[in-house]
């Protein structure tokens, strides 16, 4: 019984905390915020910005995100699909809008100690 009841309380909170942080990071993103954005990363996070991958610190992230919004501020960000692999990765996928250009947008999220972070985040150009 105490079983069912921990089931009960605990997913819908584990999948609030989900949704909570996607949806945080959108803001963030949609506000061309890197200071704000740098909040939800995890210490190391792999970003993709039309290249390859690059492992950064978070601190070093926050520059490399404030020199992308000021090079191609949002004009608009949207949160497509978000959900849970098999293997349990949180993940989101969103579309960002700067100008003329439109970036797909897919993040992992990671569970580090009590919180969710961004583990991983890529801009592709579409």
């Known amino acids: 019984m105490a079983i069912l009841w ?13 949704g909570d ?19 939800f990363l995890n210490q190391t996070v792999d970003v993709t910005l039309n290249e390859g991958p690059q492992s950064y610190s978070k601190t070093q992230a926050e520059f490399v995100f404030r020199d992308f919004f000021k090079q191609h501020p949002p004009v608009e960000f ?14 989101g ?19 580090v100690e009590t919180q969710q972070l961004v583990h991983e985040i890529s801009f592709a150009k579409e």
């Not at 949207?78 to 993940?91: D, R």
């Not at 960002?96 to 999220?109: A, D, N």
């Open 6 to 18: 921990i089931a009960a309380f605990c997913l819908p909170m584990a999948l609030f905390a989900q």
């Open 21 to 39: 942080v996607i949806s945080q990071v959108k803001e963030t993103i949609q506000a061309g915020s890197a200071k704000e954005l740098s909040k």
């Open 78 to 91: 949207n949160i497509i699909h978000q959900g849970t692999s098999k293997g349990g990765q949180t993940f």
């Open 93 to 111: 996928i969103g579309q960002y809008k700067s100008g003329s250009e439109t970036y797909r947008v897919y993040m992992k999220i990671k569970a």
